[in-house]
């Protein structure tokens, strides 16, 4: 027989011998208020219930726990031994239960997020908005990188829940869909193909240096698979933001989300440029750690995500 299996039989064993902690803790009321009757009422429970709960308990450890009378109900000496013993087994339950609540507060009063840049800066916001009117006493921390850097984050333990933007889900997480995306070429006014007619050609918008997102970005996974590997960068900015800043200098055409450009495109900062050949259609996914589905404020704010 292992060391293990001789644990488990003295554990159950144990287990059969010691009453449970509603029986310890009706003794402990019989105790206080001498009245098996004022026990039952105190725990919210029915009288012959109660009753039986002490039989029951007198049968486990083999002697009379409480003498029952007209008068009241009184401990017998065994009863009264057993009942110290019980104090310290209902004191050390209630310290046990206290420790793990605060174990979940501790949890529950921080949560750490991970999200890709485009996520990070246009949809975050509004959903950290909305878990802070439900969940006030939360810290939330953010961590913004490319998809490659939320996937590290979570699986180092650094963070409870990510986002990412690319085209799949990162060797180690499960995921969920929460929202659908596109990427779109934008341009300054001036440049020419600001005023062409007919879309851009995918052979011409792989061969056209552009301004880009850094390789291991979801932006740049979804924009790379649909030009097969080819996309040529001008320049390569670790920020939604500069890429974006870099188009509207007139730097060149860049490949941005149009959660991104809203505003550039209604001001006529920048101009989206029609392409054609491709699809630059991407899923934006919520993702955790293989087999730790969200709890606590990291749930919650799944749960937003999806409003």
Do not use: C
């Not at 308990?57 to 110290?84: F, H, Y």
């Not at 501790?106 to 969940?135: C, H, K, N």
């Not at 085209?167 to 995921?175: E, I, Q, R």
């Not at 974006?244 to 495109?265: C, D, I, N, Y």
């Amino acid at each position: 027989m292992s060391n293990g299996e001789v644990d488990d039989q003295r554990e159950g064993s144990i287990a059969h011998r010691v009453p449970d902690l509603g029986a310890l803790e009706l003794l402990l009321a019989v105790a206080r208020l001498g009245s098996l009757g004022g026990a039952a009422r105190e725990l919210g429970i029915t009288q012959p219930a109660a009753s039986s709960r002490i039989r029951s308990m007198e049968r486990q450890l083999g002697v009379a726990l409480v003498d029952r009378s007209p008068r009241g109900s009184r401990l017998t000496d065994a009863g009264a031994l057993v009942t110290d013993w019980a104090r310290r087994v209902v004191e050390a339950a209630a310290a046990f239960d206290a420790g793990a609540q605060a174990l979940r507060h501790r949890r529950d009063s921080r949560l750490r997020v991970a999200a890709s840049m485009t996520i990070a800066e246009y949809l975050l916001p509004g959903w950290l908005l909305a878990l802070r009117s439900q969940r006030p006493d939360t810290a939330v921390s953010l961590l913004a990188g490319n998809s490659t850097t939320v996937a590290e984050r979570l699986l180092s333990g650094e963070a409870d829940l990510g986002f990412v933007e690319g085209l799949s889900v990162p060797p180690g997480l499960d995921s969920t869909v929460i929202a659908h995306d596109h990427l779109i070429v934008v341009t300054a006014p001036t440049h020419p193909w600001a005023r062409r007619q007919r879309p851009v050609p995918a052979g011409e918008l792989a061969s056209t240096p552009l301004i880009l997102r850094e390789k291991g970005s979801g932006t740049r996974q979804v924009l790379d698979a649909a030009l097969g590997g080819l996309a040529r960068p001008l320049i390569e900015l670790s920020s939604t933001t500069a890429v974006k800043a870099s188009a509207v200098s007139g730097a060149g055409p860049a490949v941005l989300s149009e959660l991104a450009v809203g505003e550039e495109l209604s001001m006529r900062r920048l101009v989206r440029i029609p392409v054609e050949g491709i699809s630059l259609a991407r899923d934006l996914r919520a993702v955790w750690p293989t087999g730790h589905r969200p709890t606590g404020p990291a749930r919650e704010l799944l749960s937003l995500t999806r409003g």
